[in-house]
């Protein structure tokens, strides 16, 4: 939670189904033995190549004051998720299903989600588990220049652009996935790291993820030889 000014805002992030997280925690033990919470596992980047699954995300966000009454914004977002191998590593395409929102129970129309919709991201990883890059959203950029107005479009494109949004790409998946990757973890383990997060109208704060090591989980990948966890962020 942070204080501003005039409001508290709490965000809470779920993601369900085959989780990213999930997929790519492969742990470097062989299958077949039960494992107990105090065993320790270490994490290795290792995606399930030739991949599709439906990831579920929600994200709530709540606003209040002393003068005014609660404001509570839940968006749900379905999207599917192909992981391929690529020359350095892997591609991770992402399309949007579907994408929602509703304010204090109400439907709320939201253009920024219906143009995300519309879109697909490709995430470069390299082999190791750093993020490279992210492409696809030159598309977003251009069905905000056909919806938007010449002013407001340049106005826009001075706080938001490709380069904010692919940084902010990148220290999110670092602090979900990167900054596991070689880490010596038990089931029950919360694992904390920050996420440098830039705000829409210049500036940068640093917001701290808490992850997890929730129970083990099975993998839904080919190779049955690896045993992966349940990560909760």
């Not at 805002?9 to 085959?18: F, I, N, P, Q």
């Not at 929102?101 to 697909?120: F, K, Q, Y």
Request: net charge positive; charged share 25%.
């Amino acid at each position: 939670m942070r204080n501003v000014r005039w409001a508290k805002m709490k965000m809470v992030m779920e993601k369900r189904g085959y989780a990213i997280a999930i997929l790519i925690a492969a742990l470097c033990l062989p299958a077949g033995p039960s494992y107990s919470k105090g065993s320790n596992v270490k994490f290795q980047f290792n995606p399930p190549p030739d991949f599709t699954y439906v990831e579920s995300a929600t994200v709530t966000k709540i606003r209040s004051s002393k003068s005014s009454p609660e404001i509570k914004d839940v968006a749900r977002i379905r999207a599917k998720v192909t992981i391929t191998e690529s020359p350095r590593g892997y591609y991770q395409a992402v399309k949007t299903l579907s994408a929602e929102m509703t304010r204090n129970g109400r439907p709320v129309a939201v253009p920024m989600l219906d143009m995300m919709s519309s879109i697909e991201l490709t995430y470069d990883i390299d082999r190791e588990g750093p993020l490279q890059d992210v492409y696809g959203y030159d598309a977003l950029f251009e069905n905000f220049r056909k919806a938007l107005s010449p002013p407001a479009f340049e106005a826009l494109s001075a706080v938001l652009n490709q380069e904010v949004l692919v940084k902010k790409e990148k220290a999110d998946w670092n602090a979900r996935i990167g900054s596991f990757v070689g880490r010596k973890v038990k089931i029950g383990d919360i694992l904390l790291a920050n996420e440098p997060y830039t705000l829409p109208t210049g500036g940068e704060i640093t917001l701290q993820r808490a992850t997890q090591v929730r129970d083990w989980a099975p993998c839904h990948a080919k190779d049955k030889s690896k045993n992966c966890v349940l990560l909760a962020f």
